[in-house]
């Protein structure tokens, strides 16, 4: 793995670089490639694009599936209370 930084007009980019040894592929590349397409099919800059992703988008997705686990959890425990009160007649 490796890791640098460029320049760009308002700070850094961080540039990490992630290779299978045994293939000598770079791993992660295609997700660069999308996130370009991406910025290109939106009409923003790939830096923005990166700000919305890791900024916006993955805190809000994170956040709904800990809300997620918490409903599950409290719906499990509803019926574990359900089944403990009334257990099936065998």
């Known amino acids: 793995a490796d890791?640098?930084?460029?320049?760009?007009?308002?700070?850094f980019l961080y540039?990490?670089?992630?290779?299978d040894w045994a293939t000598r592929h770079v791993i992660f590349n295609w997700a660069v490639h999308a996130?370009?397409?991406?910025?290109?099919?939106?009409?923003?800059?790939?830096?923005?694009?990166?700000?919305w992703?890791?900024?916006?988008?993955?805190?809000?997705?994170?956040?709904c599936l800990i809300l997620g686990f918490i409903y599950l959890w409290h719906e499990n425990r509803k019926l574990r209370?359900?089944?403990?009160h009334h257990p099936a007649s065998g």
Not at 15 to 19: G, K, R
Not at 81 to 84: E, K
């Open 3 to 11: 890791i640098t930084y460029i320049p760009v007009r308002r700070g």
């Open 15 to 19: 540039l990490v670089a992630i290779m």
């Open 35 to 51: 996130l370009g397409w991406l910025a290109r099919l939106l009409g923003i800059t790939y830096e923005e694009i990166n700000v």
């Open 53 to 63: 992703l890791f900024c916006v988008a993955w805190p809000l997705v994170t956040f």
């Open 81 to 84: 209370a359900i089944i403990v």
